[in-house]
């Protein structure tokens, strides 16, 4: 069956009310775990494209942006395609979903996984802020699949060539030169589902380029991806949030400092040694989290606050079209090291400020535990 005879699509409303039922009863916790299908959430539909359609609804509706391994391989057996060639279906959908107030213009992402998995990403635009403030769809579907705990990228494709900021984002993945991108091929005339694809190697890309190895010479960095505990602990002497005060925003802030620990603790920041975490809570209590995310050319950097404001999109459907929504957002605890390089207080301060102005921030100092500390 073609793609192009598709004529259904999860409406808006759709969406949105099934992201407000899964805002409604996350866990003050945060994100889960990788989310994994039923036996019977498995058994595909007649229509093998109502089947891609349920898939995107449900990971952008209660899945954090996953596609479960189990759900692309079945798909991918009805089909009899590879599950990379899959991602193209993926990307049509997705894109509807993202967050470009500026520029009207919707971009989609998405990444298989090692695991099998399939990670999807939308751009989001940040109104009021400056342009490179905005958060590319490649980077978000990278983020969700760290989120998700995924240790290596096998594909990724994109509605259009990825931009330069995200090819270099990219490469700080393992194996970066070899990851396959797929865009639709400028060459074909034929619209959307009809168009055919490329299938480059990153390196065809970003050729003679610079990364985790020219900045660092350490070919046992952890990257991107990778597992990595930086050993951090809050810094004697820190205040940190207890259920002292408003029992419910003081059991909250108590939460998200945790988990703003946890993250500090999985940023990856081999550039600057300034690892930092955030916790984001919102209007229903939901916490989403995100940590600092480092490029060797610096500036595709994403910081704590951008992470978590994916994680805020993937999980509670945060972001409309029109770049709302934000004002959902009522606290921010940010965990850095004091006296580190890089320090982003004063930034997040004035993201907030812009697009949350109400939310309230809590900045506590992080520092290196002792060795043999716990
Ligand atoms: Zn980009």
Redesign the pocket.
């Known amino acids: 069956m073609s793609m192009a005879s598709v004529t259904r699509t999860p409406s808006p409303a759709f969406a949105r009310r099934h992201r407000f039922r899964w805002s409604s009863r996350v866990s003050k916790s945060g994100c889960s775990s990788r989310p994994r299908a039923s036996a019977a959430d498995l058994a595909p539909p007649a229509d093998p494209c109502a089947f891609v359609l349920e898939a995107v609804a449900r990971a952008t509706t209660t899945d954090h942006f996953v596609i479960s391994a189990e759900r692309v391989l079945a798909l991918a057996a009805q089909r009899g395609l590879d599950p990379q060639d899959l991602l193209p279906e993926f990307v049509r959908e997705a894109q509807k979903l993202a967050i470009p107030p500026t520029s009207k213009f919707h971009?989609g992402a998405a990444a298989l996984g090692a695991s099998g998995a399939v990670y999807l990403g939308v751009?989001v635009e940040l109104p009021g802020l400056p342009l490179n403030a905005s958060i590319?769809?490649?980077?978000f579907a990278v983020v969700t699949a760290m989120r998700a705990g995924e240790r290596a990228l096998e594909a990724i494709a994109t509605t259009a060539a990825?931009?330069?900021?995200?090819?270099q984002?990219m490469n700080e993945l393992r194996g970066a030169a070899s990851m396959r991108v797929i865009i639709p091929d400028p060459g074909d005339a034929a619209t959307n589902a009809r168009k055919r694809h490329l299938v480059l190697p990153l390196c065809d890309l970003l050729p003679h380029s610079f990364g985790p190895l020219d900045l660092t010479r350490d070919e046992s960095l952890p990257l991107m991806l990778e597992e990595r505990h930086n050993g951090l602990r809050f810094a004697s002497g820190s205040i940190i949030p207890g259920g002292s005060g408003a029992a419910t925003d003081g059991e909250l802030d108590a939460a998200a400092a945790e988990l703003a620990l946890t993250e500090a603790n999985a940023a990856y920041a081999p550039y600057s040694a300034s690892p930092a975490g955030l916790a984001l809570v919102d209007d229903v209590g939901a916490m989403h989290a995100g940590r600092s995310v480092e490029s060797a050319a610096y500036n595709p950097t994403m910081s704590p606050l951008h992470a978590a404001l994916v994680a805020a999109v993937g999980s509670a459907g945060m972001g409309d079209a029109n770049g709302g929504e934000w004002g959902r957002i009522k606290s921010a605890t940010l965990v850095e090291m004091s006296g580190a390089p890089v320090q982003y207080a004063g930034t997040v301060a004035l993201i907030l400020k812009t697009i949350a102005p109400r939310a309230r921030l809590n900045v506590i100092a992080c520092e290196k535990a002792e060795p043999g500390a716990s």
């Open positions: 971009v751009n590319h769809a490649e980077q990825p931009c330069g900021h995200c090819r984002f």
